[in-house]
């Protein structure tokens, strides 16, 4: 049976038990016409006005005189703002707990990568002279801290960004100020008989973007590098197998790792292990969903049972003795499908309660006994169990391709560089580089469309590097290993992967660690030979399968730094027509970048492979160029 297949056996089984999930629930929904063509306005109470044509086809306007542009523009940046919020909101929480370490207040947790340590104290200019660490982690996070409240001037982390990009941001008006302010500015911008211009909403918009990718995310994705260990590539496993008959099991869902990182060293605690044991279990399993589940099984090699989509299905298994939450993409049936079984849902966040969970607050001091109340929890709960299913099927992964790994295993130990991927890249063994990111959809469930465009890019010699839920997605069809270049991709891409040794589709990490690819591409363009900013390299994004307004934040701060984005729906904005124009066309000409929209992959990867074959061909790397090694004779016919 493959892995899709045992989900379907989960849905089946699901159905006969009359519990509904929300691949029925998708499938029943009709979703509404309006609304998903982005012309329905309800930012005030004079409606909600729906912007469909009028009988003669003229174009109608709201209540208000707001056009359609207007207001698809409108909701658009709201979308923007609101998934920021997501982000940056987690990056506070990383901050706070990182300053409480720093200062000796919390021992719970620690700072594992010292190296990381500096080099974010050199971004943001922390005085290292004769400090010991922990004073330059006090000086970083103090420094870090105030950007979130910070009115004018602009965000450290902007600085890792290609100077070109830079002055083009400041130009245009897009340099991020402070972390929450540009979010506060454009919601500002959306409320009634505000900001009318579709450009300039989508300009704050940007902004608002840039200040999540190039601010919120990189800031959480460094400073849990340094507290929980920067990724390293290492072997585990995905899917529903991984769950544990014989065993306790904790899943872990949602995004914060602060939880995860606690219940991984609880569930190491003898004492805790003693008591699973006196209760007739071999041990205690930890598994994971969604971006926790990534962010775990980078770092400490908890497998993964699944993404957004499987949440439901991981109960149905009757294995879980407790799902602990933290925040984000927690679908609000949890309690009630766990109710059919023995499964506990726990929050953990006074930001994401849910009725009908039991609630057991983390607080930054007292972690890791909130952990170990959490796993007791699951423990007691073990004898409870009553039938078990678990799909046998798992799927060997190889994970954690932090830029800064890409960097050591293109480069080695004592050259360091991208040199090797930009002269791949340059010679033709690899096209291109292509972020697939983002959700899983469950009326997509069983469908491969992220697999798909996946294997279609690798076969055309694209490297593709994954984050979030997408990842899952290929693991479920063994892409992750090094074994699928010899199998999946072009003869050139295969090549560079045999060599090095890595897989053609590299894991790296959660959706806050897009951020990661941000940098990646910035040292592409330092390290030369690929133009002078973001975007003039040949590479692109894309999120298949979106759901959650956190992609848009995030497609919108790629397509802000001069990338081509893909989404695999319709058009979000396709009622008005001018602003999607802007999206797709007009903001190009501003700064390179710009979305497209397709919900078939095989179109997704058409749109793909043309934009970087016309980047290449601007580079002037039309054909292979194959890179001159020099021997000795040709040296010596260079000295003079
Ligand atoms: O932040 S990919 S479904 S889990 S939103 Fe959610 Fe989407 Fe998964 Fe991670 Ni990102």
């Known amino acids: 049976m493959s892995k899709v297949n045992a989900c379907d056996c989960l849905m089946g089984e699901a159905k006969e038990k009359c519990l509904e999930t929300a691949h029925v629930r998708a499938e029943a929904m009709k979703p509404c016409p309006i609304g998903s063509a982005g012309i329905c306005c309800k930012n005030c109470f004079m409606g909600p006005c729906r912007l469909t044509s009028g009988k003669d086809g003229e174009e109608k306007c709201g209540v208000c005189g707001a056009s359609r542009d207007a207001v698809a523009a409108r909701n658009f940046c709201r979308m923007i703002a609101a998934g920021n919020s997501g982000h940056v909101d987690h990056a506070r929480d990383i901050v706070h707990v990182f300053l409480a370490v720093a200062k000796g207040e919390n021992t719970d947790y620690s700072i594992k990568d010292e190296n990381k340590l500096r ?23 103090e420094k870090v801290m105030a950007e979130f409240g910070q009115q004018d001037g602009k965000l450290h982390m902007v600085g890792r ?51 999540n990718g190039w601010g919120g995310s990189m800031i959480a994705t460094e400073l849990q590098d340094v507290m929980f260990g920067t990724p390293f590539p290492r072997r585990g496993k995905m899917a529903m197998g991984v769950l544990e008959e ?49 962010e775990t099984l980078l770092r400490h090699g908890v497998p993964m049972v699944g993404s957004f989509s499987q949440q439901e299905l991981a109960i149905v298994t009757g294995a879980v003795d407790v799902m602990a939450v933290d925040v984000q993409c927690l679908m609000a049936s949890l309690p009630k499908v766990a109710s059919c079984f023995h499964t506990k849902i726990v929050t953990t966040s006074p930001k994401a309660k849910i009725p009908g969970a039991v609630h057991m607050e983390l607080h930054e001091d007292n972690a890791l006994n909130c952990a170990k109340d959490i796993v ?102 063994d892409l992750l290993i090094p074994e699928a270049a010899l199998k999946y991709a072009g003869a050139g891409l295969a090549e ?137 004779e040709m040296r010596r016919k260079l000295e003079v």
């Open 376 to 477: 007791r929890l699951a423990i007691e709960n073990y004898p409870k169990r009553k039938t078990v299913n678990i799909p046998k099927e798992t799927s060997d992964v190889v994970v954690g391709f932090s830029h800064e790994t890409i960097n050591y295993m293109l480069g080695g130990s004592f050259r360091s560089s991208y040199r090797p991927l930009n002269d791949n890249i340059m010679n033709g063994r690899i096209l291109g580089v292509v972020g697939i990111v983002g959700c899983s959809l469950p009326k997509l469930e069983g469908k491969g469309v992220t697999a798909t465009l996946v294997k279609e890019l690798i076969a055309n010699n694209v490297l593709v590097i994954h984050t979030g839920c997408a990842a899952y997605a290929s693991a479920r069809e």
């Open 119 to 141: 080099m974010l104290a050199g971004v943001y200019d922390v005085d290292m002279e004769g400090k010991t660490v922990q004073q330059i982690a006090v000086g970083l996070g």
């Open 246 to 294: 014989k065993q306790v099991n904790v899943l872990v869902h949602g995004h914060d790792p602060l939880l995860a990182e606690m219940i991984v060293v609880a569930a190491n605690d003898p004492e805790m292990n003693k008591l699973a044991k006196a209760k007739g279990a071999e041990g205690i399993n930890i598994a994971g969903i969604c971006c926790t589940a990534n």
């Open 161 to 211: 960004a290609p100077r070109k990009r830079q002055e083009l941001w400041d130009k245009l008006g897009m340099t991020p100020r402070g972390v929450d302010r540009e979010v506060v500015d454009m919601l500002h911008h959306t409320i009634i008989g505000n900001d009318q211009d579709p450009e300039s909403l989508l300009l704050q918009g940007s902004r608002c973007a840039l200040s």
């Open 496 to 632: 560079v992967c045999e060599t090095v040794g890595i897989p053609p589709v590299l894991h790296s990490g959660s959706c806050v660690d897009n951020s990661r690819i941000l940098i990646a591409c910035a040292a592409m363009v330092a390290e030369g030979g690929l133009g002078n900013d973001l975007s003039d390299l040949p590479i692109a994004g894309c999120a298949p399968e979106w759901m959650s307004e956190k992609a848009i934040a995030i497609g919108q701060y790629f397509v802000a730094s001069g990338a081509l984005v893909v989404f695999g729906s319709e058009s979000p904005v396709k009622g008005a027509p001018g602003f999607d124009k802007l999206l797709t066309e007009g903001y190009e000409k501003l700064t390179g970048g710009k979305w497209a929209f397709s919900p078939d992959p095989h179109e997704m990867a058409r749109i793909i492979i043309d934009h970087i074959k016309a980047k290449r061909k601007a580079l002037g790397l039309e054909k292979a160029q194959e890179r001159v090694l020099f021997d000795m």
